[in-house]
Nanobody
Framework: QVQLVESGGGWVQAGGSLRLSCAAS????????MGWFRQAPGKEREFVAA???????YYAASATGRFTISRDNAKNPVYLQMNSLKPEDTAVYYC???????????????????WGQGTHVTVSS
């Protein structure tokens, strides 16, 4: 059974940076597309970024230019470097593993079959 565990969340002032990590147990992540999603209070979950085998990356418009997704295939973790953070980035951030059976876009949450428990990010103005 695969378990994903996020870490690195916290409180930061606007303009600051955080790096989130997603570690997996129960299986390697190197052949899977991995994504980061977030859910702000009172809002629906939304796509942030994803990376698939070969290093191809995808970003939401809100993340482009500020966030960078990366992975260390040798050690499993997937990272989300977040710079120039804004109060509207405040949310619970989740990492997820995309199902090999899904041909959907990495931006669709329904394409993912394993999710972490989330890590809180709070950006103050």
């Amino acid at each position: 059974q695969v378990q994903l565990v996020e870490s690195g969340g916290g409180w930061v002032q606007a303009g600051g940076s955080l790096r989130l990590s997603c570690a997996a147990s129960g299986g390697a992540l190197s052949r899977y597309t991995m994504g980061w999603f977030r859910q702000a209070p009172g809002k629906e979950r939304e796509f942030v970024a994803a990376t698939r085998k070969g290093g191809i990356t995808y970003y939401a418009a809100s993340a482009t230019g500020r966030f960078t997704i990366s992975r260390d295939n040798a050690k499993n973790p997937v990272y989300l470097q977040m710079n120039s953070l804004k109060p509207e980035d405040t949310a619970v951030y989740y990492c997820a593993r995309k199902s090999l059976l899904s041909s959907s876009s990495p931006a669709y949450g329904d394409a993912y079959d394993y999710w972490g428990q989330g890590t809180h990010v709070t950006v103050s103005s």
